[in-house]
């Protein structure tokens, strides 16, 4: 199906997309601060973790669909469709390279999917609560 759109227009509709404080970020930040697990927003990790917990080395963060190439969601455009399929792949690729460094540090990383923190939000805070709950209780063992 051909762009409804000319050039500029999807130009400047994909650049009003932003990269941090997305909806199902926003929403799994809220409900994880209401929980009472605190984080910090702003870490100088490699990959930008949405959010960390930095007393127990752990990152999180929650991946769009169409930008990190989700398997049941992401949808190549039409037009522009090598761009897309190489932008794309190159983002997973980043994201396994940025794992594989966070880990090799002693992090541990979660990641979530936007339509898992849609559909099913109280298993993605049961998921790091755990993960949190976890590694306090490793580090008191230590």
Request: charged content about 30%; some cysteine.
């Amino acid at each position: 199906m051909a762009d409804v759109l000319t050039k500029q227009q999807r130009s400047h509709c994909m650049s009003m997309i932003r990269g941090r404080d997305t909806g199902p970020e926003m929403k799994l930040r809220k409900a994880l601060w209401s929980e009472g697990l605190r984080y910090r927003l702003k870490s100088n990790l490699p990959g930008r973790p949405d959010f960390v917990f930095p007393g127990t080395k752990l990152a999180v963060f929650v991946d769009g669909c169409f930008w990190h190439g989700c398997d049941e969601h992401c949808q190549l455009p039409g037009t522009n469709t090598e761009f897309w399929l190489k932008k794309i792949n190159g983002n997973i690729e980043r994201d396994k390279h940025v794992k594989f460094e966070l880990e090799n540090s002693g992090w541990a990383v979660i990641r979530f999917w936007e339509h898992e923190v849609r559909k099913n939000l109280q298993r993605c805070i049961r998921t790091v609560a755990e993960r949190v709950s976890m590694a306090r209780t490793f580090l008191q063992i230590e």
